[in-house]
């Protein structure tokens, strides 16, 4: 069984999925990780994102190896990942590996951005995941908060505009609700709710 989840930042689909992967055994595949690799390591290179030479070649050279870093889940990390995921031969150079992992029994959850879309579009599965950009931005907040990060709630706001704007209007697969998903709007719901909720549209009663 394959299960696509999509959504914006801080949807909560990230939770969710790994919750979904855990209840049924399947292994979880978070493909922002991979694009927040590729801005690391061209950033940490001293390269410039917006090079799309610079960026595929990083995505080509991509260790999954190094996925559990945690600086790949720092504000900058996500940042950068919104620039380099828009160049095609970034999306391109990591596109086999989101197949594989899909398609290695016994399946995958596998959370992004085109997941249902372009990785897999013949999901048994496609949730996408909203939640209005306040509540998303005050979820940001307090996951920072807890990693002892600094929080600037404005910032954050607006980083979250800003990536939804980049992500939705990009050229190569934008963030968009596959056509067969079903949307699970998390505003007013917990992780449990939510959790429940996407459940009950695995098992095919949304
Ligand atoms: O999900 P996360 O916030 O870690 O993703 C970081 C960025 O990576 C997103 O803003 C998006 O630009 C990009 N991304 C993508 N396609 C995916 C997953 C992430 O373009 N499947």
């Known amino acids: 069984m394959i299960v696509a989840i999509d959504g914006p930042a801080a949807s909560g689909k990230g939770t969710l999925a790994r919750r979904l992967a855990a209840h049924y055994g399947l292994p979880h595949l978070d493909s922002g990780l991979l694009y927040r690799a590729v801005a690391h390591h061209v950033a940490a290179r ?6 799309p030479e610079a960026a595929t070649q990083a995505a080509r050279a991509l260790d999954a190896a190094t996925l559990g870093d945690p600086a790949l ?4 990390a996500g940042e950068g990942a919104s620039i380099v995921s828009a160049h095609p031969g970034v999306r391109a150079a990591l596109l086999d590996f989101q197949r594989s992992f899909a398609a290695t029994p016994p399946g995958a959850v596998i959370d992004g951005r085109d997941i249902g879309t372009v990785i897999c579009p013949d999901a048994e599965v496609k949730i996408f995941v ?7 931005a005050r979820r940001r907040a307090s996951e920072l908060a807890g990693r002892g990060e600094p929080v600037d709630q404005a910032a954050i706001l607006e980083d979250i505009r800003r990536r939804d704007e980049r992500d939705t209007t990009r050229a190569v697969a934008p963030l968009k609700a596959a056509d067969d998903a079903v949307t699970l709007d998390t505003t007013n719901l917990d992780a449990e709710a939510a959790f429940r909720a996407a459940l009950a549209i695995v098992e095919g009663n949304p």
């Open 46 to 51: 001293g390269g410039d994102l917006h090079d």
């Open 73 to 76: 889940r720092g504000r900058h």
């Open 130 to 136: 909203t939640a209005s950009a306040e509540e998303r």
